[in-house]
């Protein structure tokens, strides 16, 4: 089983919709999550961290199901800007500088 | 708002060469990491670096990869004797504190090795 997991994709979705983006990960060790959105030939970009009661901000919220080993992110009200790929990142406890990487879903918001 | 910077933005080197990428941190942080990401595939660790030494390095961070910080603000990273597989995307980041706190990537070296 991959370490993080995530959906294929890509997402072709209309402009307004609403996107959900799944991932797993392997250890249950793992202890930080986050989200992070990359531009195409552009660095990775932290959007959320992830937290044990799930977070909101604005249009995207992000959920941890520890007991599952998932976590996801919804994107409300999708909109052009939003076309990146979403990428899922988990640390590892007692090993905090073992920083993995999804291979990310592709979202394209369709006009 | 304070950035990572990382320098050349593209480098090109024949194969054998040896190549050294740049990175300066955001100024008060305290962990350092660089990352690769090869041509449509996944963001993958290659090293972190804390207090003047590694603190975690990856399967592909072998013998001929090397991380200095010479003088307390550039970051970089050697790669002794490049292969071709070696071409890549290559990011620098850093965080005040490991774990929990948001890494702050630059903007990347592409690295082609010919």
């Known amino acids: 089983r991959k370490e993080v997991e995530q959906d294929p994709g890509p997402f072709n979705v209309p402009e307004g919709a609403t996107v959900a983006f799944n991932c797993t990960y392997s250890n249950s060790a793992s202890q930080s999550f986050f989200w992070y959105r990359q531009d195409c030939r552009k660095e990775p970009k932290l959007l959320m961290s992830?937290?044990?009661s799930g977070n909101e901000d604005g249009r995207f919220t992000a959920q941890l199901n520890r007991a599952s080993q998932y976590i996801s992110l919804l994107i409300r009200d999708s909109k052009l800007s939003d076309s990146a790929t979403y990428l899922c990142?988990?640390?590892?406890?007692?090993?905090?500088?073992?920083?993995?990487f999804g291979k990310g879903t592709r979202l394209h918001i369709l006009p | 708002e304070p950035e990572v910077t990382q320098t050349p933005s593209h480098q090109v080197t024949q194969m054998g060469q040896e190549v050294i990428l740049r990175c300066v941190p955001i100024s008060n942080h305290l962990y350092f990491y660089w990352y690769r990401q090869i041509l449509g595939q996944k963001v993958e660790f290659l090293v972190s670096f804390y207090n003047n030494e590694i603190s975690e390095k990856s399967e592909i961070f072998d013998d001929q990869f090397s991380v200095e910080r010479p003088d307390g603000s550039n970051f970089t990273l050697k790669i002794r004797s490049t292969k071709l597989e070696d071409s890549a995307m290559y990011f620098c980041?850093?965080?005040?504190?490991?774990?929990?706190?948001?890494?702050?990537f630059g903007p990347g070296t592409r690295l082609t090795v010919l």
């Open positions: 992830v937290y044990s």
């Open positions: 990142v988990v640390t590892l406890m007692n090993r905090d500088d073992k920083i993995i």
């Open positions: 980041a850093s965080t005040n504190r490991a774990g929990t706190d948001t890494q702050y």
